[in-house]
Nanobody
Framework: QVQLVESGGGLVQPGGSLRLSCAAS????????MGWYRQAPGKQRELVAA?????STNYADSVKGRFTIYRAKNTVYLQMNSLKPEDTAVYYC??????????WGQGTQVTVSS
């Protein structure tokens, strides 16, 4: 079973930056598209960034131009710049393929507030 461990969240002021990390174990990581999701209070979990095993990326409109997803070895990163209060959420990583979603990790809290 794949284990996913997210880290790097925290409290940051609007306009600030954070880098999230996702350490993934298991063979699924190397052959599948991986994604970063987020879930704000009272809202559904949404996919905000995805990267294929070949390095192609895709972003939700709400984060395009501000977030960058990349991967190295068994870790997926999400560089978040120009953060806004509406980016506040718990961030999770998982496969970006809906039919292959693994058990969710604990996520990492990102709070954007002055």
């Amino acid at each position: 079973q794949v284990q996913l461990v997210e880290s790097g969240g925290g409290l940051v002021q609007p306009g600030g930056s954070l880098r999230l990390s996702c350490a993934a174990s298991g063979s699924i990581f190397s052959i599948n598209a991986m994604g970063w999701y987020r879930q704000a209070p009272g809202k559904q979990r949404e996919l905000v960034a995805a990267i294929t095993s070949g390095g192609s990326t895709n972003y939700a409109d709400s984060v395009k131009g501000r977030f960058t997803i990349y991967r190295a070895k068994n870790t997926v990163y999400l560089q978040m710049n120009s953060l806004k209060p509406e980016d506040t959420a718990v961030y999770y990583c998982n496969t970006a393929i809906a039919t292959m979603v693994q058990p969710w990790g604990q996520g990492t809290q990102v709070t954007v507030s002055s």
